[in-house]
């Protein structure tokens, strides 16, 4: 069985204390040789001058493959391919293109009255500068604002026609999720890459909340299994098991590529890439 590729998600630091947790946790996994990482946007692109910085930082100082989250919010068409352009200057080959959410409390989104109307619009646009490989978000579970059982698989066509490369899957908690959902992928004629996004679990709280919002379904048995963990104090166990188990039987469906959202903290996820044998490649000094 081949060794899955992996990549790893970051988000750019709000704080001096956050600065230091998101440059130890790229110290902790870069050793791992992902295929590449990423950056993400704030809701409402709040953190885009963070996140330019990052992503300038990580390819400057540790040598790694970085994408940039790139979003439609609040922003023109000229704004927007002006930040995509500092990309490119950085020496920036890659971009995560989503139309983005809007600030928090806000409302639905509404496109900027000079900006791109939806993610597909972004992608083409990216894609007609030629200097980007360019992967979209996908969703295994219906998006909140899909309007019916098909929309998502005809959006993630959408946007790999307009000249996106790869998808990376919103996270979800059993393997058959994404194995139905690649399934449809391919009988919609979607040929490109969609690699499956993982959430090691830190907190389960956490992860309950955050999968209310992108609407994951949290299984009735793994609830009531963390409920038991955390009162016995196992949740770190737990959760470890669970994700090992979750990507090894992606592995022994053919999935080559892991992509995981690190919540910018390392030790789970460098502890499930260690329970799948996926440990830093040793590499050996010249001999004069």
């Not at 790229?26 to 040789?33: E, F, K, W, Y």
């Not at 885009?48 to 400057?60: D, F, M, N, S, Y």
């Not at 109307?117 to 978000?137: C, D, H, M, P, R």
Request: negative net charge; charged residues 20%; hydrophobic residues 45%.
């Amino acid at each position: 069985m081949t060794a899955p590729r992996l990549s790893f998600e970051f988000f750019p630091p709000h704080t001096l204390d956050a600065s230091f947790r998101l440059w130890e946790t790229v110290q902790a996994l870069a050793p791992l040789d992902p295929e590449y990482v990423s950056v993400t946007y704030g809701a409402g692109g709040t953190t885009r001058e963070l996140t330019h910085e990052a992503v300038k930082t990580i390819g400057q100082h540790y040598g790694l493959r970085v994408a940039a989250h790139l979003t439609c919010v609040d922003a023109s068409r000229a704004e927007t391919l002006a930040i995509a352009e500092s990309y490119a200057e950085a020496g920036v080959t890659d971009i995560v293109a989503l139309r983005g959410d809007p600030p928090r409390g806000s409302g639905a989104f509404v496109p900027h009255p000079e900006g791109f109307a939806n993610s597909a619009e972004l992608v083409a646009a990216l894609a007609a500068t030629g200097k980007f490989q360019i992967a979209v978000g996908a969703y295994p579970e219906p998006h909140p604002e899909a309007q019916n059982p098909w929309a998502d698989i005809d959006w993630l066509k959408r946007k790999i026609d307009a000249g996106a490369s790869r998808a990376i899957t919103q996270f979800f908690f059993e393997a058959e999720t994404f194995l139905r959902f690649r399934d449809a992928c391919a009988r919609a004629g979607i040929t490109a890459p969609v690699v499956p996004g993982i959430l090691p679990v830190i907190s389960w709280d956490g992860a309950k909340r955050f999968a209310q919002r992108c609407n994951a379904h949290v299984p009735a048995k793994l609830d009531e299994a963390f409920a038991h963990a955390v009162r016995d104090g196992r949740e770190e166990l737990l959760a470890l098991t669970q994700c090992s188990v979750l990507c090894e039987r992606l592995i022994e469906e053919g999935v080559e590529e892991l992509h995981f959202y690190t919540l910018n903290r390392p030790q789970m996820t460098r502890d499930v890439c260690a329970a799948l044998g996926l440990v830093p490649p040793v590499k050996l000094e010249k001999v004069a």
